[in-house]
């Protein structure tokens, strides 16, 4: 692969990170936050290979007393040539301007951000992981208001943090609205989970939330729905990483599509 080559397949690289990063598909990999840094990246690798390509179909001084290499060094006509006509430098030159066949590999993470829409994490990650409310986190402070409305839209995250760690108390007897998506719980029962970045989907971890009550019964894993409740000190405890899970007093529910950003 020789530079040429190589601006090329940056080109590539940045215009699918570009593409990405102008669509909804980069939030099946990163926080939503992180979209302008993506975009700048993608600019970057662009323009830096468009000015390799134009450095390198830049025309060049051809003289009969030397030449020129790029860095403006002049090859004297005494330079050593090999049997074929090419001076030593022009055999070093060559060598140094072209890269391991295996270089080409770089396309194949492009054409997967052109051509596969990965699914989002959803019930198999969350049976894997714990809870993400451990009882090592520090939760004691003093949680706002909760929205206006009658029900209050909250996120699983939220809801979860004010029954374990505040009891309940900044919910009181208000009816909140949550929405996520199915997953097996530790009895078996259905339960209601939401996957958390920190960063990117390498590091998202569930947050799970016991359903009672008028709880949806039938629905196959990673069903979105929508619940609306009330507080519950019903807690349980998670297999996995033995922490509390607690539990919303489900009044109704129904099914909806996957949000366009399925991460908290």
Known sequence: MNRMAQACVMIFFGAA????????????????????FLIA???????AAVMTLWYDLLPHADGSEGQSDPAGRTRPESAERSPSGS???DLHDEHTHHEPRVAWLLLLPALGLLLVTPPALGSYAAGQAGTALTAQQDYDYDYPPLPAGDPATINVFDYAARALFDKGQSIGNRRVQLTGFITPGPDGQPILARMILSCCAADGRPVKLGMAGNAPTGLADDTWIQVTGRYTDRVTRDPINDEEIPYIEVETWRRVIAPKDPYE
Request: hydrophobic residues 45%.
């Open 87 to 89: 001076t030593t430098e």
């Open 17 to 36: 990170v570009l593409h990405a990063s102008v669509t909804d598909l980069y939030l099946r990999y990163v926080k939503e936050g992180l979209r302008p």
């Open 41 to 47: 990246a993608s600019l970057l690798l662009i323009v």
